[in-house]
């Protein structure tokens, strides 16, 4: 018997809330074995980003096929891509090698209002990254700026725009609306799930709302899980069950979210408690 593998290609973030220390504490807590390709060092913590070393693009692709010659991976994601050069060496690997259901992040903004990614590589991920992607998870700024229209108020705003971001070429979309969940009293993600003859189904995931500010990391922590659950389909090439791994997901994050104000990491936003489900932790 072999381990299911995922992978993460993301950012580095010392703080251990965010990117790839976020990424690989969560697959671990749900079994999974995780490699990590590294596209940036942040000089980050709890209370924001004072700097961004970003990966040349060449060797973010040589990290990526050093790697997949050697190591069979079930399924990925991506984080903190930070620039188009770096979107486009993805692609160009990802395309040729084969690493399972990918789940795209398209992370931009930190919490903490820092930015992660520059315009150009904006429209590279929509342009070149989205169509090869199996899943994708913007949050509610996120959605807008792929879309180019305003940000989500309401959760029909989020249904419209999970519909609306299946154009440009994933198979499934959620999105996230955490940023809302003071405004409506819950959290309520929306995920629309494009069907093997074309057509659409959406579902509502809604959970009580948490009322903390020890956040850092929800995305990266969601998307990670949802690569984590995503490896089962990816060692027999069935497609995944998009429905159920986001719930699955989500009491993932719930319980990190529930147990996060006990970590004590920080002054500032503090990471969310990626283990705090396996651990049984509430
Ligand atoms: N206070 C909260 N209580 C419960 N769930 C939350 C809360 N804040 C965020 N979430 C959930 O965390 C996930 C990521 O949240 P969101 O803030 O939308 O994305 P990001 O972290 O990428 O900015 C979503 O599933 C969202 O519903
Ligand atoms: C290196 C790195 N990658 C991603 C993020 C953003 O992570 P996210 O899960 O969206 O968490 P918040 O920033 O919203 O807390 C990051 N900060 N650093």
């Not at 990526?64 to 188009?84: F, N, P, Q, R, W």
């Not at 940023?179 to 579902?203: F, I, Y």
């Amino acid at each position: 018997m072999s381990a299911r593998v995922a992978l993460t290609v993301a950012g580095s973030d010392p703080s251990g809330g965010a990117g790839i220390q976020a990424d690989l504490a969560t697959f671990a807590g749900r079994t999974t074995y995780g490699c990590a390709v590294v596209t940036a060092l942040t000089a980050q913590n709890t209370r924001g980003v004072t700097g961004v070393h970003p990966v040349p693009a060449a060797f973010v692709a040589q990290q990526l096929e050093t790697l997949l010659d050697d190591v069979t991976v079930h399924a990925a994601k991506t984080g903190m891509l930070g620039s188009a050069d770096v979107v486009h060496a993805v692609v160009d690997v990802l395309s040729r090698r084969p690493v399972g259901p990918l789940v795209v992040d398209p992370v931009m903004v930190a919490t903490s209002g820092d930015q992660l990614i520059d315009d150009d590589a904006v429209d590279a991920v929509r342009t070149a990254l989205l169509p090869i992607c199996d899943l994708l998870t913007p949050n509610v700024p996120e959605a807008a700026r792929l879309l180019h229209v305003e940000q989500a108020r309401a959760v029909d705003d989020l249904r419209d725009q999970a519909v609306a971001l299946l154009d440009l070429g994933p198979g499934a979309v959620l999105v996230k609306g955490g940023h809302l969940a003071h405004a409506l009293g819950e959290s309520t993600d929306v995920l629309a799930v494009r069907g093997p003859g074309g057509g659409t189904s959406v579902h509502l995931s809604r959970r009580p709302l948490v009322a903390t500010s020890n956040t850092h990391g929800t995305g990266c922590t969601l998307s990670a899980a949802l690569a984590a659950g995503a490896t089962t389909a990816g060692t027999t090439g069935a497609a995944p069950d998009w429905p159920a791994l986001v719930e699955e997901a989500r009491d993932v994050l719930q319980a990190g979210l529930l147990h996060a104000d006990r970590l004590g990491v920080g002054s500032g936003n503090g990471p969310v408690s990626h283990g705090a489900y396996a651990w049984g932790e509430l």
